[in-house]
């Protein structure tokens, strides 16, 4: 390799250049155009139903959207959505993670198990939850709250955002369990043992040992879920469609009312340069954690 | 996978040897406990599968009698081959475009590193972070004009993109992983870089690329918000057939589950396969 590099650098760029050639420019292309229009669209008087209403609108889509309550409404359900189910995968997900590295019996069986959800599509997930788990009547959840003499929930009438929040966490609890299992693989289990007589019970272990060995797995299971997490669609497409009222409306269902339900795609557009920022302040610290990995 | 030899420290007395046995006996609970209450709806699902729509509605047993009637019915009346085509097609044809277009770029920038590199994978992980629904605008108005919507043209294009990074990403870490000699012996006997490629490369890391393979496959199978958005009834994969479930009238629960069991079955089986490159291609390899 050093041989061939040695005849020129130019002659290796050059090579490198046009192997990388069509993945780059596809992918520079993916980001460009659909960024640029979604970009120049906000800044555009422009509904599909009103075709005569076009050009400049200068800031008022984000004039028209910042002042209207389904935003900020929609924002604060994100951030629950998000919040909500981060706290539930990362904590459970940490203590699964411990309790699935200790040895017993069947345990691949048992973690495969555990795995599985993340495995199931979303639409499938959520239906799946919304009628057979959850149904005030009907479902698994009523029954067992009736036959401990408690009255059945009606889920999605009462508490629609905790619904979603229970199912989309089902759907990320086993990835946070999957990638922190793996991270504990790595974990030394000398320095465990060596706790261990010097007399440090488990919980200590927990908070000095494996807490600490954890701590970068945890900020990028995270920083990924935060970007899955803040654009969470199908779940409620086909469970609560944002509803009842907009309780369970999110920012990216938000955009798809404007932008298909509306036909309003200026407005909708300014919503997407705000899921784009939102993600983009995540995205920044992830890429960093990556690249400082690369280095190593 | 299960190991039953006892590795633990030998036990000094009795005394500690019952509590080590109990306290064993307790994590084996606890953990299939854990993992059975996780797994339940997906039991649940495939149980409601073989139950008549009477009895998938009535209070929840285990004792029921088998009938395969939601089956034949999700198959002779909603034309489940159908979308299950429409699945298979746009997960395998865009898994095969992003490697087609990952290999070489791969190749690159683990063989023939520039000074640019690590700034171009990281370029490229960072488009992976755009969330969709921020150009959902503008793709669909794109395929409207183009006469992309509802086609399985448009859902391949759309997630061969998708899944390029990471594509590009697992396999460059496989092809890093490759030892340099080899490549290097071959090319001292004269193979050219195609050669090198087919005969020495490919060969050599094709567990890698399977399972970077496989991961595609599984993310274009379950990805939900553009086969929402894009299709309707022509090209719509089973993400979307299994929406369809959701209107009122369309609320058959043996039926959905039926349907439900068949369309994640497949990726079930393979997720489990794949478990530890998922780990890697997921994220971006800052977690080993």
């Known amino acids: 390799m050093t041989k061939t590099r040695a005849s020129g650098r130019?002659?290796?760029g050059l090579r490198t250049l046009s192997l990388q050639a069509p993945a780059v420019t596809l992918l520079l292309l993916w980001m460009i155009v659909p960024l640029g229009m979604t970009l120049w669209f906000s800044f555009q008087y422009y509904n599909l139903l009103m075709p005569g209403m076009a050009g400049f609108a200068g800031l008022e889509n984000y004039e028209y959207l910042l002042t209207d309550p389904a935003l900020w409404k929609a924002m604060g359900n994100t951030l629950l959505l998000v919040g909500w189910v981060l706290a539930i995968t990362v904590i459970g997900g940490t203590l699964l993670a411990v309790l699935f590295q200790q040895e017993f019996a069947g345990r691949g069986i048992a973690r495969v198990l555990a795995i599985s959800p993340f495995f199931v599509m979303p639409t499938v997930s959520a239906l799946v939850w919304k009628n057979m788990m959850m149904h005030p009547s009907n479902g698994v959840l009523a029954w067992l709250a009736e036959s401990i003499g408690l009255p059945a929930v009606d889920w999605f009438s009462s508490l629609p955002l905790t619904s979603i929040v229970i199912i989309v966490a089902w759907q990320w609890l086993p990835f946070?369990?999957?990638?922190?299992?793996?991270?504990?693989?790595?974990?030394?289990?000398?320095?465990?043992?060596?706790?261990?007589?010097?007399?440090?019970?488990?919980?200590a272990i927990f908070f000095f040992i494996t807490l600490p060995h954890l701590k970068r797995a945890i900020s990028v299971v995270i920083m990924i879920e935060m970007i899955f997490l803040l654009t969470i669609f199908a779940e409620i497409f086909v469970t609560t469609s944002g509803g009842p009222g907009l309780a369970t409306t999110n920012l990216a269902y938000l955009i798809y009312i404007r932008a298909l339900l509306d036909f309003d795609v200026g407005?909708?557009?300014?919503?997407?340069?705000?899921?784009?920022?939102?993600?983009?302040?995540?995205?920044?610290?992830?890429?960093?954690?990556?690249?400082?990995?690369?280095e190593e | 996978m299960t190991t039953l030899s006892s590795k633990t420290a030998a036990p000094r007395s009795?005394?500690?040897?019952?509590?080590?046995?109990?306290?064993?006996?307790?994590?084996?609970?606890?953990?299939?406990?854990?993992?059975?209450?996780?797994?339940?709806?997906?039991?649940?699902?495939?149980?409601?599968?073989?139950?008549?729509?009477?009895?998938?509605?009535?209070?929840?047993?285990?004792?029921?009698?088998?009938?395969?009637?939601?089956?034949q019915a999700v198959h002779a009346r909603s034309g489940y081959t159908r979308f299950a085509l429409n699945s298979v097609a746009v997960a395998f044809g865009s898994t095969f475009f992003a490697l087609l277009i990952a290999i070489p770029s791969a190749y690159a920038m683990a063989f023939l590193p520039t000074k640019r590199t690590k700034g171009t994978l990281l370029w490229m992980l960072s488009t992976k972070m755009l969330p969709s629904v921020g150009v959902l605008v503008p793709i669909y108005l794109i395929f409207r004009?183009?006469?992309?919507?509802?086609?399985?043209?448009?859902l391949i294009i759309i997630y061969t993109l998708m899944n390029l990074p990471i594509v590009v990403w697992m396999l460059y870490t496989f092809f890093k992983d490759m030892p340099k000699?080899?490549?290097?012996?071959?090319?001292?006997?004269?193979?050219?870089?195609?050669?090198?490629?087919?005969?020495l490369l490919l060969p050599l890391t094709l567990p890698g690329i399977a399972s970077t393979g496989l991961l595609s496959v599984i993310l274009s199978w379950?990805?939900?918000?553009?086969?929402?958005n894009l299709t309707s009834s022509k090209a719509a994969p089973l993400t979307a057939y299994i929406a369809s479930f959701s209107s009122p009238e369309g609320l058959f629960w043996a039926?959905?589950?039926?349907?439900?069991?068949?369309?994640?079955?497949?990726?079930?089986?393979?997720?489990?396969?794949?478990?530890?490159?998922?780990?890697?291609?997921?994220?971006?390899?800052?977690?080993?």
């Open chain 1, 10 to 12: 130019t002659v290796g």
């Open chain 1, 176 to 203: 946070a369990l999957l990638i922190l299992l793996t991270a504990m693989q790595s974990l030394d289990e000398d320095q465990v043992e060596a706790a261990r007589m010097d007399g440090a019970g488990p919980v």
């Open chain 1, 267 to 294: 407005t909708a557009s300014a919503g997407g340069v705000i899921a784009i920022i939102l993600a983009n302040i995540v995205a920044i610290f992830l890429v960093r954690m990556v690249a400082k990995n690369l």
């Open chain 2, 14 to 71: 009795v005394s500690g040897w019952r509590s080590a046995q109990s306290k064993r006996a307790i994590i084996t609970v606890l953990g299939w406990m854990v993992a059975l209450v996780i797994f339940f709806p997906i039991f649940w699902m495939i149980l409601t599968g073989f139950k008549t729509e009477t009895a998938a509605i009535a209070d929840p047993t285990l004792i029921f009698s088998p009938t395969l009637e939601s089956y």
């Open chain 2, 145 to 154: 004009d183009v006469g992309l919507l509802d086609t399985r043209t448009g």
């Open chain 2, 181 to 199: 000699d080899i490549l290097e012996a071959g090319r001292m006997d004269g193979a050219s870089t195609l050669q090198e490629v087919f005969f």
């Open chain 2, 222 to 228: 379950n990805e939900a918000f553009w086969s929402l």
């Open chain 2, 255 to 288: 039926k959905l589950s039926a349907a439900s069991t068949m369309a994640i079955a497949p990726i079930l089986i393979l997720g489990w396969m794949t478990q530890k490159q998922m780990v890697r291609g997921l994220t971006f390899g800052a977690v080993k």
